[in-house]
Every structure is written in structure tokens, then in C-alpha cells.
């Protein structure tokens, strides 16, 4: 019983996923983005999201999903795990339905505007966009989508970097970053308080 009266504690502790969700969506606005409706995502690509193109996560690709997520329903960290395989096969689906050149990881300048080539941005846009479909139909049992966070604004040394971000039972937040990874490779999901302090 003590059990079930502290799971009933911790989920009544986060942030409605309605507003969480209202957040989340406010920051695409606040960026000239599109957020996701239903499973239709606006993916975005070029830098900046200077290109976008419809794609959708319905049908076989969200059970695929549905499947994943629903084996990491033990704990908030299981489900992390789980996420991190869904994020790697979401970043291949979106990569081949884009087209272009496979993405290059980190960004180089020289891709700027380039079909298929994702920043930071893009990448936390699209990820972001991904989190909240999965929210919408009920597939995260233990986080919640909040609105993007970014690190460093040049003067500190650093250039500036976003990622999206979820939050578990117990209020920790999880940057979800496949910004270093090539399509398909899973993306780092670790502290937000770690993230922020990395270069």
C-alpha cells in the first residue's frame, strides 16, 4: 500500500499533460516552428528549420512504437531506454523520408541549407515534435514533455545548443539530444543538470 500511495504522489506531482503539452507547443511558436498534430509532424531540416516537410507517424511506424514503449513500462528509466530506441528509429524514418544526404551529426557549417542536413534546432524540434505525439496517445507512463532548453550564448565560450526535454515521476529533467548521432544511432538521454554543463 505505502508503495502505491507514493506512485499516486509522484504522478500528481508533475505538471498536467496538458499544460506540459501547451508549453512545449508554445516554444514552437515562439520559434516560427510547427508543432505536431495528431501523428503529423512538420520535420525540419536545412538549419534553422529553413526547409520542412509533412511526414507522418501513424499506422505500422506507431505501433512499432507502441510496441517498444510498452515493454519500458516498469520504470521511468526503462521507459528512458526504451524512448532512446524509438528516437534512433524515428531519426532513420525521418532521414529516409526527407531524402537528400544523410544528415551529418554536429552540424558542420558547410551544410547549412542543405536538403536532409539538421542543427540543433531541427533536431530538437523534430525529437520534440516526436515526444509530443507519443504523449498525445497515451505512450509515455512516466515522463512528460516540457519545452526545449538550450546551453551556452557565446560569451561563456560555448555556442549555443537546444534539445528536448522530458521530465520524470520525480521532477528530474532529461535532455533527449540525437544532435552527435547519425540517423538511426540512438541519442543521448542523460541529466538535463549534466547537459547543461557539457560543451
Known amino acids: ?9 509522484a504522478i500528481f506531482s508533475l ?16 520559434q516560427g516552428f510547427v508543432g505536431p498534430e495528431g501523428t503529423r509532424i512538420i520535420a525540419c531540416h536545412g538549419y534553422g528549420c529553413s526547409r520542412r516537410q509533412v511526414v507522418s507517424v501513424d499506422g505500422g511506424w506507431l505501433g512499432r512504437a507502441r ?10 528509466e526503462a521507459e528512458r531506454q526504451a524512448l532512446s530506441q524509438v528516437v534512433s528509429i524515428y531519426t532513420a524514418y525521418l532521414a529516409a523520408s526527407i ?24 533536431e530538437t524540434a523534430n525529437t520534440t515534435s516526436l515526444l509530443l505525439v507519443l504523449q498525445g496517445q497515451g505512450l ?3 515522463h512528460q514533455v516540457e519545452p526545449p532548453e538550450s546551453r551556452g550564448f ?3 565560450g560555448r555556442y549555443p545548443h537546444f534539445s528536448a526535454v ?7 529533467e532529461w535532455a533527449v539530444d540525437p ?14 543538470v549534466q547537459w547543461r554543463q557539457d560543451s
Do not use: N, Y
Open 1 to 9: 500500500m505505502p508503495l502505491f500511495i507514493s506512485v499516486v504522489v
Open 15 to 30: 505538471p498536467s499533460s496538458a499544460s506540459a503539452s501547451q508549453a512545449a507547443l508554445s516554444w514552437f511558436k515562439s
Open 67 to 76: 510496441a517498444i514503449l510498452k515493454g519500458g513500462r516498469a520504470s521511468a
Open 99 to 122: 531524402g537528400g544526404k544523410r544528415d551529418v551529426p554536429g552540424s558542420p557549417a558547410g551544410m547549412s541549407g542543405v536538403h536532409g542536413q539538421m542543427d540543433c534546432l531541427d
Open 140 to 142: 509515455l507512463a512516466h
Open 154 to 156: 557565446f560569451l561563456d
Open 166 to 172: 522530458i521530465v520524470d515521476e520525480s521532477g528530474t
Open 179 to 192: 544532435w552527435r548521432r547519425a540517423p538511426g544511432q540512438k541519442p543521448e538521454i542523460l541529466p538535463l
